[in-house]
């Protein structure tokens, strides 16, 4: 059973900043990438950042300037550093991460629960 918790949303005002982070538990092999999602009312779930095990990241655009994705491979961490915020970065942002259970078993999508990020003054 893998398990993926996020910490670190909040409330914040525009222009402040805040730190997401994620720590991967359980029993696995490995993980390959990880990334950041999030989702609005209403809205579809996006893609904010990803990150491989080598570092290679991608963002969306409109958070490209503003936001840092960089992940932990020896403690099974990836963060999230988010500065600049906006009122439209309000959502629950999810933690991703692609795990492979056994070293000859296939790779699996694991969602953490969602932490809330509110953007306002």
């Known amino acids: 059973q893998v398990s993926l918790v996020e910490s670190g949303g909040g409330l914040v005002q525009p222009g402040g900043s805040l730190r997401l982070s994620c720590a991967a538990s359980?029993?696995?092999?490995?993980?390959?990438?990880m990334g950041w999602y999030r989702q609005a009312p209403g809205k579809e779930r996006e893609l904010v950042a990803g990150?491989?095990?080598?570092?290679?990241?991608n963002y969306k655009d409109t958070v490209k300037d503003r936001f840092t994705i960089s992940r932990d491979n020896a403690k099974n961490l990836v963060y999230l550093q988010m500065n600049s915020l906006k009122p439209e970065d309000t959502a629950a942002y999810y933690c991703?991460?692609?795990?492979?259970?056994?070293?000859?078993?296939?790779?699996?999508?694991?969602w953490g629960q969602g932490t809330q990020v509110t953007v306002s003054s």
């Open positions: 991703n991460a692609a795990v492979r259970l056994s070293w000859q078993g296939r790779t699996e999508n694991y």
């Open positions: 359980g029993t696995f092999f490995s993980i390959g990438a």
């Open positions: 990150i491989t095990p080598v570092g290679t990241t």
